[in-house]
């Protein structure tokens, strides 16, 4: 979190302040793209844009297509903060305006970079990939349902990583299904249906509101790869969890997913929730404290001993 | 003869009765939601849910009518704690419960009309009615409108320490309802506190 607060105060200054002042307190190991993107960010980090007009010799103002927006501060959180748009993009936008060719320019996969590379064995992309062409992501819609649609290499953050908070993954990757699913502008990029309304799709939920924050969509909607960090294979509706219990109980199912990642050393050496989930989230049934439970059981147990004593002197009297 | 004494007025035995089915439903319900498993066969969750929140907050009107009630009809009187010498009356009232009901003694502190509950009764009953029960509407509700709890409460999940304080309050009413029916039995016959709930006659 600190070297992201660095960044932030660097990219503050960067942007605020005369260039001497970031030369002389740039003593923080820069993104190794920042100066590179520093030009592509002038005009895709905000909503308008400025040129000079070489034909009118007028600086003209233009609103930049909010598809190729993007928050530069985002960017330099992601896992790909390191990269220069070149690297991704084609060089010849470096040019402006830029070639019209270029729109029809072939995206990478994810696989195109991590596939094969011992470096992110530990991710196991190819498994990955295999779940999401299981899913209905991928069977129900056409090759333009891609990495990209759920995760924009522009800004992706890897939340299971450990340092963040279980309220905070919660919330990053539900936003993730949101985007389509919440919103009907988006929705209809890949489907003609009418996007439903969640709350009514859910009705079934007591308190909404509440699980939508506690507990991420995918806990529900994937298959479970306790192998996998986050499963990829969306289920048809028809096979989303239903069951209360499969959440709310001690063998609870989300110990295998989204408390997994602060959980896995806990889990081995006490074998019950509370040190994980006491701080981050309750789940009725599945947050049971051995020790009120014991002296719960000794207080039940000392009053029908106690009764059943005085039972037996009132019928020796 | 004892006399015989009207102490259970009829919207006192009402509240009562219905006090007593919801506690019941309450206690039941809460018990599986606690347990929930998959393994065993308990009140199917979503089930259990429902029928927890419905009882509480029919529990939580009733309360209501019984608080208002008190005040009303002077039922209050019976509530009102003296101080003085309560310590001793509360360990002389024990001593017959533990000792003195064997040996064929008399009451203590016997029922009359300004005298419905002995000091130990007295005592748990104002316990009971005035802190736990209120405590388990207040944190009961907050867990039905979960947004209204304090996110952390020193470093804590709020709604955690209130889930945590529902249930031992709800553990402490489920101890006290235990005592309370075992201690209506010792009336003789067996069923003459029952009955006196029923007929509102205490004789």
Not at chain 1, 58 to 82: C, I, L, W
Request: proline share 3%.
């Amino acid at each position: 979190m600190i070297r992201y607060f660095l960044i932030y105060f660097l990219l503050a200054m960067a942007i605020n302040a005369p260039c001497s002042v970031v030369a002389d307190s740039a003593e923080v190991e820069l993104p190794s793209g920042f100066e590179d993107n520093k030009r592509c960010f002038q005009c895709h980090g905000q909503k308008f844009y400025s040129f000079e007009n070489e034909n009118s010799g007028r600086t003209e103002r233009k609103a930049m297509n909010p598809n190729f927006v993007y928050n530069s501060q985002d960017f330099y959180k992601g896992v790909h903060r390191n990269f220069a748009c070149t690297d991704c993009h084609s060089p010849d936008y470096t040019t402006f305006p830029h070639p019209s060719e270029l729109r029809l320019e072939a995206m990478y996969t994810c696989l195109d970079c991590h596939g094969g590379d011992p470096t992110y064995a530990k991710f196991r992309f190819e498994v990955l990939d295999e779940e999401f062409h299981k899913s209905v992501h991928s069977t129900r819609h056409s090759e333009d349902f891609n990495c990209w649609m759920c995760h924009d290499p522009h800004s992706y953050k890897r939340m299971t990583s450990g340092e963040f908070k279980i309220s905070e993954i919660v919330s990053y990757h539900n936003a993730t299904c949101m985007e389509c699913h919440a919103n009907s502008y988006n929705f209809q990029r890949i489907s003609d249906d009418i996007k439903p309304e969640l709350k009514e799709i859910h009705d079934f939920l007591p308190n909404f509101e509440l699980h939508f924050s506690a507990v991420r969509c995918i806990e529900c909607h994937t298959s479970k790869l306790d192998t996998m960090w986050v499963n990829h294979n969306i289920l048809p509706k028809e096979q989303a969890v239903r069951n209360c219990v499969e959440c709310h109980s001690t063998n609870t199912i989300l110990m295998a997913s989204l408390y997994k990642y602060q959980n896995l050393e806990a889990r081995k050496e006490r074998g019950f929730l509370n040190s994980v989930i006491l701080n981050e989230a309750y789940v009725i049934g599945a947050n049971r404290n051995e020790y009120l439970n014991i002296i719960s059981f000794i207080i039940f147990g000392l009053t029908f001993v106690g009764i059943l004593v005085h039972i037996i002197l009132r019928l020796m009297k | 003869m004892a006399e015989r004494l009207y102490l259970y007025p009829i919207w006192l035995r009402i509240w009562h009765g219905i006090n007593g089915i919801l506690i019941v439903i309450l206690i039941i319900t809460g018990l599986s939601l606690q347990y929930s498993s998959n393994e065993y066969i308990r009140i199917r969750f979503d089930l259990a849910v429902s029928l927890h929140n419905i009882s509480g907050i029919l529990l939580s009107f009733n309360y209501v009518f019984f608080v208002i009630g008190n005040f009303v009809t002077g039922n209050i009187r019976f509530y009102i704690l003296e101080w003085k010498g309560l310590a001793d009356r509360i360990f002389k009232q024990s001593l017959y419960y533990i000792s003195g009901m064997f040996k064929g003694e008399s009451t203590p502190f016997p029922v009359n009309k300004d005298r419905k509950f002995n000091p130990l009764q007295k005592v748990s009953y104002i316990i009971s009615m005035y802190v736990f029960v209120p405590l388990v509407i207040i944190s009961g509700l907050a867990l039905l409108f979960p947004e209204f709890i304090i996110h952390r409460v020193l470093g804590f999940s709020g709604i955690q320490l209130t889930a945590l304080l529902h249930s031992a309050t709800g553990f402490l009413i489920s101890v006290f309802l235990i005592i309370h029916i075992y201690i209506c039995t010792t009336g003789k016959p067996v069923s003459k506190n029952f009955k006196s709930m029923w007929t509102g006659w205490h004789e």
